[in-house]
């Protein structure tokens, strides 16, 4: 039987005209024409099954020979540090810096004598800094590796003592006790999954201890009969105290008042405190380490840290983040409510001239990436039905938003106004789609 008239297969585009697409020939001049044409193919394929439309048949292709690199999403979630899309995102200064450390650079070198200099000093300058409490820092290449340091340099052989309900999962299977054992220290555990007390430390603490652990619990809330330790309290009990405030929150913020910061729990007490570089401070992926000079010292010359250091990347965009000006992650944080809403109210009009309708609704916005658990941000963001879903996330530019009750909510918190127009376009470009 031959195909109907309207056969919507009779509309998949030529392979030769596909080829001459600009950007897919491109791409072939990149990674060469036979890899291209296997993609052009298999979404040629993907179209007469009916798995996408004819129209999207040139974005899937460019999709299959996306590069090594990752692809830039835009984030519609509206969670601001989302784990699969990198945490935060760089700031433009970050990125200049970045780009200028990828030749030959002044990482480890003193131009001046043209000797040989502390390695990434800029960024250590910075970061002090940013926490003058601290007497020294150090960085370190993520935040277990900041904690795995730590007890290495700390407590091998030794104990650390820590409270049950601290002991953590931090993501993907990784749990804090197996972490901290495979250093060789042995966990004292001491209180109970809801209540710990003083009392509890002080019994646990003795000649073999190598350190006072203090967690917290940034992915979770536990409620109700509890009871923690402050840091205040645990810094009388005469032994090193190592507080893990993991978001990298280096000043208090009043959006976030019971997320802990590295200035206040250092004049809490706390001797180090580590913390992650790619959260709440906005940076690149490291660990930070902020302490007592002589601890901070001796992790620094510890023979694990030549393993765990930093590339002279990861330290540009550090220094960037902290010498630049507001971060993308703080200006997600901080955006105006009545500001998104206008924003999402122009895009909707703009789409209602191209024929899309969409909706705009309230919605709720969270911190991610282990920070700030039970915070939420009003916003708003456009509605769409839920089958523009899937080819928003695998188009040209693509969109990651989150499906809800059926809708497919794409929440600008996260979006930079710049990129409103490329939001509109990436919607335009989905092909025919019902619109109730």
């Known amino acids: 039987m031959r195909d109907g008239p309207a056969d919507p297969r009779r509309r998949v585009p030529r392979t030769d005209a596909l080829l001459a697409d600009p950007d897919l020939a491109a791409a072939a001049n990149s990674i060469g024409r036979g890899r291209v044409k296997a993609a052009v193919t298999a979404a040629q394929d993907r179209a007469r099954r009916g798995e996408i439309t004819p129209e999207r048949v040139r974005d899937a292709a460019l999709a299959a020979v996306a590069t090594a690199a990752p692809r830039a999403v835009l984030n519609a979630t509206g969670v601001v540090l989302h784990t699969n899309l990198g945490r935060a995102p760089l700031s433009a200064t970050a990125v200049e810096a970045v780009v200028a450390a990828a030749g030959h650079t002044d990482v480890e ?19 002090a800094a940013a926490v003058p409490d601290a007497g020294a820092v150090h960085v370190v290449n993520n935040g277990a590796a900041a904690l795995v340091l730590a007890a290495t340099a700390l407590a091998a052989g030794a104990e650390i003592v820590v409270s049950r309900g601290e002991l953590v999962e931090i993501g993907d299977g990784f749990r804090l006790p197996d972490l901290l054992e495979s250093t060789g220290a042995r966990l004292r555990e001491v209180g109970t999954t809801n209540r710990t007390t003083l009392a509890d430390y002080a019994a646990a603490v003795g000649p073999r201890t190598g ?29 090193p105290v190592v507080a893990d405030i993991g978001s990298g929150l280096l000043a208090p913020d009043p959006l976030l008042p019971d997320e802990p910061d590295a200035a206040t729990t250092l004049r809490a007490g706390a001797h180090l405190v580590t913390a992650s570089g790619d959260k709440l401070l906005g940076g690149p992926q490291a660990g930070l380490l902020l302490g007592d000079t002589d601890l901070v010292e001796r992790l620094r010359r510890h023979p694990l840290a030549r ?3 930093v590339d002279k990347l990861t330290l540009a965009a550090l220094a960037g983040t902290l010498h630049g000006p507001t971060t993308p992650t703080r200006a997600a944080l901080h955006a105006d409510p009545a ?45 769409l039905p839920e089958s523009y879903a899937e080819p ?20 600008l918190r996260c979006v930079p106004a710049g990129a409103d127009e490329a939001l509109r376009t990436a919607i335009l470009r989905v092909g025919d789609q019902p619109c109730g």
């Open 392 to 411: 928003l996330r695998t188009g040209e530019q693509p969109v990651l938003g989150r499906v809800v009750r059926g809708r497919l909510l794409l929440d």
């Open 211 to 239: 350190f006072v652990l203090k967690v917290h619990p940034s992915n979770f809330l536990v409620t109700g009969f509890t009871s923690a330790v402050a840091v205040q309290e645990l810094a009388t009990l005469g032994v």
């Open 307 to 309: 393993a765990l250091r």
């Open 109 to 127: 070198l003193d131009l001046r004598t043209g000797r040989r200099a502390r390695r990434g000093r800029d960024a250590l300058a910075a970061l």
């Open 339 to 383: 500001a998104l809403r206008e924003r999402a109210e122009r895009l909707r009009d703009a789409l209602g001239v191209d024929g899309r309708k969409a909706e705009v609704v309230p919605c709720a916005s969270v911190v991610g990436g282990g920070g700030a658990p039970g915070v939420e941000l009003d916003s708003w963001a456009l509605s």
